[in-house]
């Protein structure tokens, strides 16, 4: 990854800020004659989109993608695709606190240190409006799953929120899209919205577990060391902002088992190997085994409450602050179409990789 | 990171299977004028090697490192720096069962579905041996490091080993180094020794935590979205192998915490901000704010265990398998220098990404 | 280079084609704290704009750019600066001619070999319309040049066209902005405007040859093999649409030369090394002297001519094609704001480089 | 490419001085597979040795490659391969005088005002020797192609030994291994002998053009802007020391072409596309053809000569200086071998790229 781009061949530069004119994601190396058209893109903006219901930011952005170049009749050429998404909700305030004022857990202090000019009026590129860009390119980058790997399945949704965690015996696929938490378990959902409920209305905030499962992937994508698909999987999980923790398979837990617990044994199925568990997480030595990959991560509390903390100003004076203003109680939530567009692109460039070393021939087995 | 190669002005490319003649790292990127002999190296070296007590493999390698270019007169040119260390204890022994079986946990499998070709003599570019390299490279961060930033101090070290964590309380810089397990509680190393070697006798295995801190990392280095210095950070310990999960700060429990509970309070200090807590592991927004900069990793059990575990052949067949030689109990007490290396080599590239863009000049606060 | 950016540092990420709505230019890296706006920028662009005298395309652009993110109050922020042109002249007529027929010595057919999908309505990405991000981005290297290293100064010119060269003991740079062809030969002008005109009027074209001479560049910019200052100012010359041919001071003609003619003495001066020729152009080994760095290349013939030429269809066809349409009877006066364009960024990228290894320290002479 | 390090896929990273122990590549992203042991790379190596002829420097050279990692039973594994040549004539000397002085031509003054320090005993990485391990780096590119793309047909040849030019219509294929100067041309070959002894014993040098042409190489590599296999094969050739300028096709004389005269006219033939000339080199729009692929370049006259040059020392006085030693009288001789290495470097990574992107299937024709 370089500053503001990721991905080795299939490649996304993104750009802009909260309150700019606009925002945007450059996708470069896609394979041509993928069907693409704004609306394959739409959806999964929609996803993240934020003032959908009381549970996240009150912002209002249409979040409308436009494909500016790349395409051509319905079909990517295989040239850069420039998704750009205007900002429509740029609320006229008085900005005068947060400029002179440092907010504690907030980038502010950091790009003050680093650059010597800040845009106060707003995240900058470490706002959560920044990964709409993310999953304009994850769109692009699962039409060219569809079309390369078919059976691949990317999945998101929450598994903790605050002390509050799913069960895992009442784990349902069907569940995640009919609740606003992405909760693959009912009754979780139903206690999150009153505990996430009662943290609106008191101004606070709560972190999340996210949990990423990419069903269908091949075996042989990843390399052994500095390119292992977990290495890339963990960078594009932890380039998401507020994320402070990313694991694979059993993730820290596998630091308590023993080899016997933790050896996922191989036996001959009737399409290849099959495992008796999975603890690797789907992959090993860095490289996919065709289980299903498993990757979690933890996102921190929002920063923005209405409970005053202390800090200080640029002039170095003590201060407190209240961060007032339109923010999630758990913006863990809005990641979870983030993160499945960042697993689509990792995905899509390391299958792209793979094609390009080995050309996708597959040491048989059996 | 591509494959072999990591850091985006510090690059270090490493090299060298477990059962060649040698292994080694090509270190480009490196400022000139730098002080540099082979004897530097030698210590972060011994760290790692194997065979120095009953807690590691019994692998005897001198893992002695060879400067074969990069440096004139005891300094470094500016001029990649090859670190070539031969291999030296590859016993011939009779391989016929690996060669057909695959290993679970291992990456045999994975290879093989792959590449289609296989060295079966050992891990090859997966072997623990492939971070002897690491630590060389790591050293001429170091040695870089003490120039250019020369308050910079990492030391890594165990946090649990199985499910024995250390106490908090305990905590002491300076038992680190007085006990095989990099422990910086004592009371834990002795309770870890009668406990690994029951596991070593009975030819098991366990995981580890390893956590590294970072003193006297000026702030202002990484960057908002995908050169966040954590994301960079997260990529380097990921890439170790047998790393299943890593952490920035909290990490993973950030996700149970409120935003006022996360909250760290600034207040101005007499050389600069202070903080009242470090919940942010030291980087906020992908930048670092001059705290202790905290990364935690988790190793999963060595797979290679002389309990049976079922696999297949090659062909396809089922079977069962035992992993006799010389392996660790517990891999994750060799990490420790590995990690630190790979500390020192993310923090010197991000020293030099941010003198290119910035000049280092900062933010003035107060 | 990857497909679509260059730079090592400040990279920049061109996207968009000639009949879509817009084209830009995405510049990662840059700087903080340069002054910047798009009137800065805009200087640039109207140098490269067609349709400005009879000597051009009658394809009438405003190529006005704007800045969409990466500054603020004024100033580049360091994050990613987005420059977007919209296409405002993409005029409506029958494209089924070029639809089907491959025009020769266009990327026509290699678009269709390589990709089977190709907008057939323009050139594409090989549009010299692409160039106009370029001389934006390049209009950014300038100003954070303007801050690093004042003393740059860039300036190209038009030295051939056809078999018409300057005489260059007539060369006065106070020339070359006062005629339509970037002539520093005020009589090669005139003959120039004659010849062209005539060239023009039978639908002809001709190639041409230009010169970029970098004043006031540091000594100490490059590297000594595949970094290389001359590779890089050759690889962003070469990636120009139609350009042929790169050299670097003798280039070419120092085949010609034996050892003594071609060795620049060196002598010393009062602020520093000075030399007694310039064979080479300002670069030696890789890194530059501190002399004026001197770049040329060759730009060939517009293939749009109104001359028939023998082609096939995409069924295979044999047939004649003629391109009409408003297209550059010299296409390589473009091309100068386009060359200085890529000096810049390619200088800038490499002062960055330079800071980032060496801190800027220079060993001393005298 | 960054400072050490080409390619984008097929990734070569060399590291050696001419007066250490060894150098050597790391040629990392190789395709698994691959027959190669050590003599299939020696055959290259030997063509580039020095020592074989009175046109060549005496230094004497084994140059034995050592192949210390990446392959297993003759196969490469699709791990990095680690090339190794030692140094074995490292003849001692009193280096005095190079040491205080800065040879006119050579990079030891930008080596010293970039680094402060500076290996004086020879070249550094600007030495003619980095470039065997080029050389060694192409013959694994070679082997690769033999496998992926057999038909390719990488052959370099001189065609002007300073103002001495060969007659193209005396051209022949089968000349080229016939005489010490790799020219096609047998009367050229005589004339040359003659000339180059002169020089030789006159202690003077001369330039020379080196062209290299890629018969057999697919239609569709490439990409249409930064990434163009144009783009690539300029930076490829200006990388290697001395060269001072880069063509493909017509070059620098395609500026004196009209746009009837440049035109390639397409046809039908039985195999696809025919084209009744070959301006472009086998390259439109950056993308390959099918066409020969023609790359020609200038190597500048050795600046090491008999004749006393005026410099200046480290200390900045006036003085002369003879470069006595082992030097050829021109380089550009053994540059051949060199570039036939990088052309295939560039051709097999282009190839991979392509695969990468669009899986090799192309749009078809008739």
């Known amino acids: 990854m370089s500053l503001n781009t990721y991905g080795h061949l299939f490649r996304v530069t993104t750009w802009g800020e909260s309150h700019g004119p606009a925002i945007g994601a450059t996708v470069d190396g896609c394979p041509p004659g993928v069907a693409l058209i704004e609306s394959d893109l739409q959806g999964w903006l929609d996803k993240r989109k934020p003032g959908q219901n009381k549970y996240t930011t009150q912002r209002r952005e249409a979040d409308a993608v436009e494909i500016l170049s790349g395409t051509f009749e319905g079909k990517t050429t295989g040239t850069p695709i420039q998704l750009m998404i205007r900002n429509t909700d740029q609320r006229s305030k008085d900005y005068g606190d947060i ?71 009442r784990f349902d696929w069907d569940q995640i899209e009919q609740n606003p938490f992405w909760a693959p378990d009912a009754q979780a959902a139903e206690n999150w919205a009153i505990y996430l409920d009662g943290l609106r209305k008191s101004g606070s905030s709560v972190g999340a577990i996210i949990e990423v499962t990419i069903r269908g992937c091949p075996a042989g994508l990843g390399a052994p060391v500095y390119g292992k698909l977990d290495t890339d999987l963990a960078a594009a999980m932890m380039s998401i902002n507020a994320v402070k923790g990313v694991e694979i398979g059993e993730g820290m837990a596998a630091a308590r088992l023993t080899g016997e617990a933790n050896a996922d044994e191989i036996s001959m199925g009737e399409n290849g190997p099959e495992y008796s568990s999975n603890h690797a997480g789907g992959i090993l030595g860095g490289i ?32 407190e602050i209240i961060t007032k203003g339109r923010h999630d109680p758990c913006v863990g939530i809005r990641a979870v179409p983030v993160a499945e567009a960042m697993a689509a692109t990792v995905i899509l460039d390391h299958l792209l990789l793979d094609r390009a070393q080995t050309g996708g021939t597959r040491g048989a087995i059996g």
């Open 99 to 169: 400029a002179e004022k440092f907010r504690p857990g907030h980038a502010d202090i950091t790009y003050w240190q680093k650059y010597g000019i800040r845009d106060y009026r707003g995240g900058g590129r470490s706002s959560a409006r920044e990964t709409a860009t993310r999953v304009a390119a994850g769109g692009v980058a699962r039409a060219a799953l569809d079309r390369l790997a078919p059976g691949v399945k990317i999945t998101g949704y929450l598994v903790a929120m605050g002390e509050h965690e799913i069960d895992r015996n």
């Open 288 to 319: 996919s085994t065709g289980q299903d990959i498993i990757v979690r991560f933890a996102v921190k509390p929002t920063s923005s409450i209405l409970t005053p903390r202390k800090t200080i100003t640029k002039s170095g004076e003590a201060t």
